[in-house]
């Protein structure tokens, strides 16, 4: 039976039908689909190029209808006697396909996903949001949603459709601003992204998945359905074991690693390793020097390989240069294997304002701040989250369980905590918006860090976070019961700027700056602290550590021996950029791989194996670990010696069974018969020694030292001790 083209488009407008067309429809299932119109079955279909379409019963393979085309522009129409599930038959100039059809499928997020979303609460977005494959009523395929509340139409795009807007529009569940489609057949590793009209009808560049679990490697944009199979994790026991181990009063040794410039490939075009490769190379070589943990610079996906990942904008997806989101979680398997901890920097702060990306999403400030006072960071040209809504709060915080609960991770280092406490970050007077009480604290992000550490405490009980925050704002590591941000960790940047300056010295002008290497005590259990030595400290024309130091190649080493022989014998956790362990010349290049040739020299071969040996007697010495968080656990045995540039620590364990002293002697003057004044009587062994000539040193000094009956230091016991030139030397009590 012929029917007429006003019973196929009855219920419908020609003005809406010309709106579907043209790709402006906010409402395509209010016309697509099967729809029931008294006794009347309309199946319609938009499919922009194709010659023919018929229905066809899914479970008899039997066509129930044959569709007219309705409109030029792809519209076709058509009346069934059947109400059985169906699937498309459609004819294209140089093929057929066979899929169910999209419109046909019920609204597929439930209310409480969608009130959660809205509340900011929902912290399972990525298996929520995005692209999720699935099985609906039987039939495999792929959910798309995403949260753009002011656009008036929203299409998913691919090379599953010809990157044609107009194939897959999909439907607004106006509670919470979310649009889903669910398009059948589909499967992982089709590339999409999503067009979308803004509030005045006006296209907008296609956008990147905000909430994108994969994505294609820099340069392209697109977005790339992740599969959902489970990966086979063997890491039970490691995460089992840090979720007991929450205080984490143990050793913390961090190689901190840029992955694309840790080696290069160079006769494969400079090439990065990837996640299989890192796993093989990086993973045993951290181990073998000793690091309990490696911290990755930012790993989310980022457009510009230049930020080093600083300014990313797949805040769910591993990026694609190294491999897939499967490989990257294998490394993370093989670093709990080997019993290395990872870290990943994590940037909330502020985001890139790539078209494609987050920056005006649905043509509205939806994730950043519309007024630049607020909204824009003129130090990195970036957009800053708007943390005063509840949607990008729950977006930042469903981020960052992602990759603690879904990938294993063991810790965030949250990057530029100061630029998201102050309103005046780097801005004059004039250029920011006080807050309610008139302040220049941003309470928005005040209660954002707390939220954030509260829930991944309570989600994530094997995690910790470490902030990087460079002032002194109260309580960053405080609980958030006590009212602090609720932090496991800062860095401890005002350490690192002062030893640093220290070390710059000449050693003769270092008895006028003896403060700047002893001040870091005066505060070091204000926080609880690590130390950073990081990637910020040997780029952009301030030299490598090692270029850092003064005098000539053997004094350069010998200082910066020294130095590492301070840091790890001083309390804190400790953290080491990559480099720093073969004392680099040159300064770090993201478009280079270390240095690796040093080792052919036995000077820089023995600054390695310094660091091995360094963590290996951290680890294994409780004294090297108490005080870390305890004040109980350090005494300074020389402070004051500004004169000779000597300083002495001693560190103890908790039963106080366990001591070492950590003499430092920052002068090209060794200092004969130097004495100390000591807890306990007896032999004391030296286990270290900077200046051994294993490191590259000249062996000066003794193996062991008794102590005498002289006062010294407030102390009844001495003993004197020959200390090496610009060299530290670690003694423990024997008894």
Avoid at 47 to 56: D, Q, R, T, W
Wanted: glycine share 10%.
């Amino acid at each position: 039976m012929r029917y007429e083209r006003t019973d196929l488009i009855i219920g419908t407008v020609e003005e809406g039908l010309q709106a579907l067309v043209d790709g402006r429809h906010g409402d395509p299932f209010s016309i697509l689909g099967r729809h029931q119109y008294g006794d009347l079955t309309v199946v319609r279909v938009l499919l922009p190029g194709a010659l023919s379409v018929e229905v066809v019963e899914r479970d008899t393979a039997k066509v129930v209808a044959e569709l007219d085309s309705i409109h030029p522009g792809g519209l076709f129409a058509g009346v069934t006697n059947s109400t059985a599930p169906y699937f498309l038959r459609i004819e294209w100039p140089e093929a057929i396909q066979e899929t169910e059809d999209s419109y046909s499928f019920p609204p597929l997020l439930g209310d409480l996903d969608l009130h959660l979303i809205g509340q900011g609460t929902h912290y399972d977005l990525g298996r929520t949001l995005g692209a999720i494959p699935m099985e609906v009523d039987g039939v495999s395929g792929v959910r798309f949603a995403v949260w753009a509340p002011n656009a008036t139409r929203l299409s998913v795009v691919g090379d599953f459709n010809a990157w044609d807007g107009r194939r897959h529009p999909m439907r607004l569940r106006p509670q919470a601003g979310v649009w889903e489609l669910f398009v059948p057949r589909l499967t992982h590793g089709e590339r999409y992204k999503f067009e979308i009209l803004d509030a005045h009808g006006n296209m907008l560049a296609q956008k990147a998945d905000p909430i994108a679990r994969a994505s294609e490697a820099a340069p392209s944009t697109a977005s790339v359905i992740a599969s959902s199979k489970p990966f086979r994790w063997t890491d039970g026991d490691w995460m089992a074991a840090q979720a007991k181990d929450r205080a984490r009063e143990g050793a913390m040794s961090v190689y901190e690693v840029h992955l694309g410039s840790w080696v290069r490939i160079a006769e494969e075009g400079n090439r990065t390793l990837d996640w299989v490769e890192l796993s093989q190379r990086l993973v045993p070589y951290v181990k073998k020097l000793g690091f309990t943990h490696i911290e990755m610079l930012p790993i989310m996906e980022h457009p510009f390989g230049g930020s080093w990942g600083y300014q990313p904008l797949g805040l769910f997806a591993p990026t694609g240069r190294y491999g897939t989101p499967e490989d990257f979680a294998y490394f993370i398997d093989r670093c709990h294997a080997a019993g290395i901890g990872v870290i990943l920097d994590w940037v909330p702060a502020h985001f890139p304002t790539d078209v494609w990306g987050l920056a005006q999403f649905d043509g509205t400030a939806l994730y950043e701040h519309a007024d630049p006072r607020e909204g824009f960071h003129k130090d990195w040209n970036t957009l800053i989250y708007n943390l005063g809504r509840n949607e990008v709060k729950g977006f930042l915080i469903a981020s960052a369980l992602e990759w603690l609960d879904h990938f294993h991770i063991d810790a965030l280092r949250v990057d530029a905590v100061a630029s998201m406490l102050y309103r005046d970050y780097s801005r004059e007077q004039g250029e920011w918006i006080p807050n309610k009480y008139g302040g220049r604290e941003n309470l928005e992000s005040v209660e954002f860090f707390k939220h954030l550490n509260s829930i991944i405490h309570e989600r994530c009980p094997h995690a910790f976070t470490v902030a990087e925050e460079s002032t002194a704002w109260p309580g960053v590591t405080e609980s958030v019961e006590h009212g602090g941000l609720g932090f496991d960790f800062k860095w401890n940047m005002g350490w690192m700027h002062d030893t640093l300056h220290y070390m710059e010295e000449d050693p003769v002008y270092r008895k006028y700056q003896h403060g700047s290497l002893t001040f870091g005590m005066v505060y070091a259990y204000s926080e609880r602290f690590m130390l950073p030595l990081s990637h910020d400290e040997v780029v952009h024309g301030k030299g490598s550590l090692f270029g850092k130091m003064p005098g000539d190649h053997w004094q350069k080493m010998a200082n910066l021996r020294a130095y590492y022989g301070f840091m790890w014998g001083h309390p804190g956790k400790k953290l080491m950029f990559m480099g720093g362990e073969v004392a680099q010349v040159t300064e770090w290049n993201h478009d280079a791989s270390v240095v690796w040739d040093l080792l052919d020299s036995p000077d820089h071969a023995g600054m390695q194996r310094l660091i091995a040996d360094l963590n290996a007697l951290y680890s294994a010495e409780p004294a090297l670990q108490y005080g870390d968080l305890h004040p109980e656990g350090f005494e300074w045995a020389v402070s004051d010696d500004a004169e000779n540039s000597v300083t002495a620590m001693l560190r103890l364990s908790q039963d106080r069974q366990s001591a070492i002293i950590v003499a430092s002697n920052m002068t090209p003057v060794p200092r004969h018969g130097y004495r100390i004044g000591v807890p306990f009587e007896g032999r004391w062994e030296v286990v270290l020694n900077t200046d051994a000539a294993i490191y590259g040193g000249t062996n000066f000094g003794q193996t062991e030292a008794w102590t005498e009956n002289q006062s010294a230091h407030g102390k009844t016991a001495s003993i004197a001790l020959d200390i090496p030139p610009l060299a530290t030397v670690y003694l423990r009590w024997r008894g």
